[in-house]
T-cell receptor, first 112, second 117 residues
Framework: KQEVTQIPAALSVPEGENLVLNCSFT??????LQWFRQDPGKGLTSLLL?????REQTSGRLNASLDKSSGRSTLYIAASQPGDSATYLC???????????FGKGTTLSVSS | GAVVSQHPSWVICKSGTSVKIECRSL??????MFWYRQFPKQSLMLMAT?????????EQGVEKDKFLINHASLTLSTLTVTSAHPEDSSFYIC?????????????FGPGTRLTVL
């Protein structure tokens, strides 16, 4: 059974720092991996989607990498801002069209 | 982009009542919709997979008689929490997979916060 783990559970950084969020999964036979952002009491905002054949995806200050063989993904946030404060969720899809399996998230706090 | 809506966005009800939550894909047709539940400070847990025109598939530990799912059309799935109790209070989120295009991506609704008194 697929398990997704995110480390650290919480992270506090000063504004301007570059940071890395980690995600690991136990079954490397994934179809895709997706990073989401969730603000308190709100729904999910999709940040980046990486297909299993891809190594990374970039959007603005965000870069996500995927290493299927080692069961790891990282989300790199450059030049962090207070507006980046949120919980970041990593989710993997096992097969096309199946539900996503989520990690517990990393709660990020960026202070000004 | 593809948009999924949920209604209501929040609901407060008395213990023992039933609550219906709607999930709609606004600009695409969805063969499959998924229902997740999120407790405070926890991640999203899959409750069931809903396919249009057929019975939903429930995850282990989810009572199908308590959480009734109907997927009557390609744009609408409903989750009914029957005889709700305080322990059912949670954040319920649906997602939808488009009928055409990439089989890869799912689009999430904004969630429904249920509070049972």
């Amino acid at each position: 059974k697929q398990e997704v783990t995110q480390i650290p559970a919480a992270l506090s950084v000063p504004e301007g720092e570059n940071l890395v969020l980690n995600c690991s999964f136990t079954d490397s036979a994934i179809y895709n991996l997706q990073w989401f952002r969730q603000d308190p009491g709100k729904g999910l905002t999709s940040l980046l989607l990486i297909q299993s054949s891809q190594r990374e995806q970039t959007s603005g200050r965000l870069n996500a990498s995927l290493d299927k063989s080692s069961g790891r993904s990282t989300l790199y946030i450059a030049a962090s801002q207070p507006g980046d404060s949120a919980t970041y969720l990593c989710a993997v899809g096992g097969q096309a069209g199946t539900a996503l399996i989520f990690g517990k998230g990393t709660t990020l706090s960026v202070s000004s | 982009g593809a948009v999924v809506s949920q209604h209501p966005s929040w609901v407060i009800c008395k213990s023992g009542t039933s609550v219906k939550i709607e999930c709609r894909s606004l600009d695409f047709q969805a063969t499959t919709m998924f229902w997740y539940r999120q407790f405070p400070k926890q991640s999203l847990m899959l409750m069931a997979t809903s396919n249009e025109g057929s019975k939903a598939t429930y995850e282990q530990g989810v009572e199908k008689d308590k959480f009734l799912i109907n997927h009557a059309s390609l744009t609408l799935s409903t989750l009914t929490v029957t005889s709700a109790h305080p322990e059912d209070s949670s954040f319920y989120i649906c997602s939808a997979r488009p009928l055409t295009g990439s089989y890869n991506e799912q689009f999430f609704g904004p969630g429904t916060r249920l509070t049972v008194l």
